[in-house]
């Protein structure tokens, strides 16, 4: 596997494959890797010629900077899991690589609003530093796919805006959520969870594949009220519980409304914030 933390570097190794006609896969990752992120790999070695699976803790995107220095980091592991699964390309960038000319300037975008909705409206300015350091990233590595995790709905669902809007040349591929044997969605989270509380934490999974059934015979309303109770005397603090379109992300109130629906929420659990979602209709 080989490692590189310069850009200029990285593109001109990769542009030996492109000058060949190969297909170039990308994982963006914020290390602490895991199972949900080593599909990504699997599904990228399968699909693409080579691929590319970049570390960076972004720090646009935390809030808080006490949750930018809490986030584990843990690049000698993270490699040699990378190098265990074949990836052939490990970029490490420095926050001066990724952002030369500064952290101030992201990319101009009419996103209609959906950035403000669910994650957006508890994490202010969030998705600004997403979109700005992926945008980046893709000038950096200038991949062919882009492989993402289902588990951050909003999140692709933005990045996808972002790519037709700006016209960059590089197809999405969202892949299914990995989940642990209870059913928690995998996270580089789930490590600060105590024991019993990721135990616990099942009880999301569950509430999502109630809400799935329940659904089509109640309103949306119901149903996120059901939710949100569920969580709070499971001794939780739940942010939010919302049943919306898939596309535009606003609510939805009946299972007839639209082609599209997810379900999608934001749970504390003690000291650590989990996210999850669950597709309750999808007409291809």
Not at 13 to 39: N, Q
């Amino acid at each position: 596997m080989k490692v590189f933390k310069e850009a200029q570097e990285l593109q001109a190794y990769l542009g030996g494959y492109k000058e060949k006609g190969k297909e170039i896969g990308y994982v963006p990752t914020l290390g602490a890797l895991h199972e949900g992120h080593m599909s990504l790999v699997r599904k990228s070695k399968k699909r693409s010629d080579i691929t590319v699976v970049s570390i960076f803790v972004n720090p646009t995107q935390f809030n808080e900077k006490s949750d930018l220095a809490k986030y584990p980091r843990t690049y000698e592991a993270d490699a040699k899991m990378l190098k265990e699964e074949g990836c052939e390309v490990l970029f490490y960038p420095s926050v001066e690589t990724v952002y030369p000319d500064g952290m101030e300037h992201g990319p101009e975008l009419d996103l209609k609003g959906m950035d403000s909705l669910l994650e957006g409206a508890f994490r202010p300015g969030h998705f600004d530093g997403v979109l700005q350091v992926v945008e980046r990233l893709l000038r950096l590595v200038q991949p062919d796919q882009l492989y993402m995790g289902q588990k951050d709905f909003q999140q692709f669902t933005l990045i996808g805006h972002m790519i037709r809007q700006l016209q960059i040349p590089t197809e999405l591929v969202v892949c299914p959520i990995k989940r642990e044997s209870h059913g928690l969605a995998m996270s580089s989270r789930n490590v600060r969870l105590r024991p019993q509380e990721r135990q616990d934490a099942a009880i999301i999974y569950k509430t999502l594949n109630y809400v799935h059934r329940k659904f089509k015979k109640d309103d949306a309303k119901a149903c996120e009220a059901y939710a949100m109770n569920r969580f709070r005397k499971a001794g939780f603090r739940p942010e939010y519980f919302r049943i919306v379109d898939g596309i535009s992300l606003l609510d939805v109130k009946h299972f007839t409304q639209s082609d599209y629906i997810v379900a999608c929420t934001a749970v504390w659990i003690g000291e650590v914030r989990l996210i999850d979602n669950k597709i309750l209709k999808k007409v291809n």
